[in-house]
């Protein structure tokens, strides 16, 4: 990158801390939301009591609602956000795309196909969201199996093998649509695939969290090497990268973040293909400040359209509000950044 194209971003050494501060503000002040009123003095001093004895001043249910109820969904808003964005800013890296999302290997429609399928079954919560990842999972590897028939090693059979999946899932989700019950199980699939975090508890933050901070540490550790492929087959090779091996860890990496991220969140769009460009924008094409910069943009972009979801009278599905934010907004973003791409 040339000393005239840094000028355009802005230092990471800036941007990284003012967004990390927004970020926490915006954790704080997400505890203030919601038909509970809660004071900020309140929030802090039963966060803090979890660190350092404190005096209970206040009462059971105050602490309930922090702690279990709020908390839960906070976190999770900032780990799925921050999971998209990620999975988002390294495909589009990786096969130099700009329309490229998390969805382009068929992880959400697989997801979501398991979702469906367990609500038929009737199975708890828990196995929903067991059956929504693992479903993920072997939609991307079902991707690969198929673009391996090929042996042409290009990324566009990939893509189109993706596209074939999603197809496919997307039709046995109609299919299981159809047949469900229509008073019980049909709408809570149909709210399922329109994303939300109203039902995540402390227990589904654990469980995701394992795998998107595994996976965005494997995306960190091979960031120059993404950057390297942009070079092409012989450059990278000259440099010493194996560009298949690096291919295949960042699809997996991506692949169990996405899928944990669908599992507690459901289908919620946009987030992995708008907010990428957004830092794009911020710091340019660099991935190894792109991904932490997608991370907390993405996080906090998340949380911010949870907290108007939840300032809501009737609450919407999040997918909604974000499709309904990020189409617009993607026009916008893309009339400024297709020169780069281009």
Known sequence: MTHE????????????????????????????????PILPGQVAEILASRFIHLPQSWPDTMETVVLKIRLPRIAAALLVGGALASSGAAYQSLFKNPLV????????????????????????????????????????????SISKIFSTGAMTVLVLAGLVVSA????????????????????????WLMGGLARVGPRDVTLAAFPICISFIVLYLVRWQVNVLGLGEEGALALGVDSRRIKIIVILATTLMSAAAV??????GWVGLLIPHI????????FQVLLPVSLLLGGGYLLLVDDLVRSMNVEMPLGILTAIIGAPFFVFVMTRVRRRWA
């Open 5 to 36: 194209m840094k000028k355009r971003f802005l230092p990471i050494s800036v941007l990284l801390p003012l967004l990390g501060g927004l970020v926490a503000a915006l954790f704080l002040g997400s505890f203030l939301l919601g038909r509970y």
């Open 101 to 144: 999302s998390p969805a382009i290997l068929g992880v959400s429609a697989g997801a979501g196909l398991g979702a469906a399928l367990a609500m038929l079954l009737s199975l708890p919560w828990f196995g929903v969201q067991a059956m929504a990842f693992g479903f993920g999972l072997a939609a991307v590897a079902c991707t690969l």
């Open 168 to 191: 496919f899932c997307e039709a046995l989700i109609s299919t299981a649509k159809y047949v469900a019950d229509p008073i019980d199980k049909l709408p809570s699939i149909t709210f």
């Open 263 to 268: 599992s507690v969140a459901g289908v919620v």
């Open 279 to 286: 830092a794009r924008m911020l710091v340019g094409p660099n």
